[in-house]
RNA sequence: UGGGGCGUCGUCAAAUGGUAAGACACAGGGUUUUGAUCCCUGCAUUCAGAGGUUCGAAUCCUCUCGCCCCAGCCA
């Protein structure tokens, strides 16, 4: 699963062309944007790890730039969350660069731009600009306004920016050409009046530039040589280029545009996410179900899966949907290595081993990794009473079940053999609890006698364990792609996303759990502490990802 | 139907005119005190389709088909 052979993608070739030609004397700087409105998600993930993986690559540097400007839709919260997962995710981008820097220079810039004759303060109404602008197959009309002469566009640009005008009353458009088959191209919008409250520069302006101005010019101040960007901003590389040529600007920065990530069974667009919290269809950004890194980190998932994930699925042009299965399994690789095991019943079924001395607790020794003896041991009770998983017993076990059913004999892990004598059920039939006995000469799990015994299940002390709360998630969507128009995407919800086990019996160790760090709870999967109901009376927790089961796949068909 | 992109295994993805990597999934088998992990084996005579150029084409040319994006004073 290393990318060590991995072939570089044709970002990277590009890259490396550019450095072989020493073009910007063959340094590389890139930068990840986001617009600071709202939570990053794992497309963005995908995104953040180009941009700093080419950075890296080439020591080069990426900058974290906030793209804020507009006011209308930006907040601190999001600033402050954006830079702490990026951190999260590994990242060092020293101090972050905002757009809102640079808003004095943008404005000289545009100013510039009208000097030159090469933009113009437009008096069109929304509606009568989008009259103008033409559509798909037809042309645009020239704006009345757009020969007005440089003295009034630069007197009307000022009084814009003075705040003299309400918003929509004028625009600064820049003068290309409303002819163009690239609608992008009919004198774009570079300015707009908005009188919002900015979260950095407040009430200082009440203009702003619009993205295809400020980003370019951004780019350039910045020094960045690649420009990565999402394949809807194909159509806007004219325009970016035409304004780094229009004006004067320390580089010009090679716009190269990739396809965005797609997952089956999730969204990844702002807005829908937007609506799956504002409707309560989930308790949060921060959902362990969510695919926003927040909820991904809740989860219990690792930066380096994460990383690994993005490193694994490549990056092209082509607008792809990536199996579910690549990431859990990313994360699998991961926590095989790290997670520390441990044995915890999420549905109880006591079991009373009869001819154990009832007054007796025993000390055992399990591994807290099966194949890394560095990870060391630990020492967990037994006794007469213990909890089993309800899956683990069959009353009338078809064959290849290796668990227990009536007269069966199985290991309790790092135990005893044990053989179940009698079933004990309530008046509506079902089983209460297992009466068995236990193979006194095989502690450890060993039978002195050689007798094979197939199946293992894990158990705790029915005396010794703490209860908890573990919540285990399914996919949030029923369909593979919910994204598709045919219907709300709402009614594919999966009504079973989440399913909240209480008294769950865990191993007494687990009392010591951090948030957020992985565990595996034998033969069920890899499970944390939620980090934000970690209360030791009463903790909960995630199940990050099961393990692979073939078993279960095999008894559905 | 204007413009810009994209079509290689079920899903991603390499191959840069020299004879279809790899990963996940899937199917078999082995090891195992987790039905986990790990380890083997198999899995595209064919690259959206049709023509053409060439000793040789997924790669070049022509046409056809399919999918995505663009008509915010959002990014």
Known sequence: MEPENKKEHFIESII????????????????????????????????????????????????LRFDDSNPAKEKQVYIDSIKSTVNWLGFEFGTPFFASDYFERLHDFAVELIKKGKAYVCSLSADDLRQYRGTLTEPGKDSPYRERSIEENLNLFTRMKNGEFDEG???????????????????????????????????????YPMYDFAHCLSDALEGITHSLCSLEFEDHRPLYDWTLDELETPC???????ARLNINYTVLSKRKLQRLVEENHVQGWDDPRLPTLEGIKRRGYTPESIRNFCDIIGVSKKESRIDMTILENCLRDDLNEKAPRVMAVLRPLK?????????????????NHPQKEEMGTRTITFSRQIYVEQDDFMEDPPKKFFRLGPGREVRLRYAYLVTCQKVIKDESGNVTELICTYDPETK????????????????????????????????LFK???????????????????????????????????????????ERLGYFCLDSKNADKKNPVFNRTVSLRDVWAKRSKK
């Open 16 to 63: 490396i062309k550019d450095i072989e030609n020493n073009k910007n004397d063959g340094k590389v700087c890139t930068r990840f944007p986001p617009e600071p409105n709202g939570y990053l998600h794992i497309g963005h993930a995908k995104s953040i790890c180009l941009n700093f993986n080419m950075a890296n690559k080439f020591n080069g540097k990426c900058n």
């Open 169 to 207: 009353e004028h625009t600064l458009r820049a003068k290309i050409d409303m002819s163009s088959p690239n609608i992008n191209l009919r004198d774009p919008i570079i300015y707009r009046v908005k009188k919002a409250f900015h979260p950095r520069t407040h009430d200082q302006w009440c203009i």
């Open 252 to 258: 010009h920065p090679r716009q190269i545009e990739f």
């Open 351 to 367: 079991v009373t081993i009869e001819n154990y001395p009832d007054d007796k607790t025993e000390a055992l020794t399990a591994k």
């Open 444 to 475: 450890g799990g060993n039978a002195p006698d050689g007798r094979k015994v197939k199946g293992t299940i894990h158990w705790v002390n029915a005396n010794d364990c703490i209860d908890a709360e573990v919540r285990l998630y399914d996919r």
């Open 479 to 521: 369909d593979e792609n919910p994204e598709q128009d045919k219907q709300d995407f709402i009614e594919n919800l999966n009504p079973h996303s989440l399913e909240a086990l209480e008294s769950c019996k865990l191993e007494k160790s687990l009392i010591n759990a951090a948030p957020e760090t992985a565990y595996q709870f």
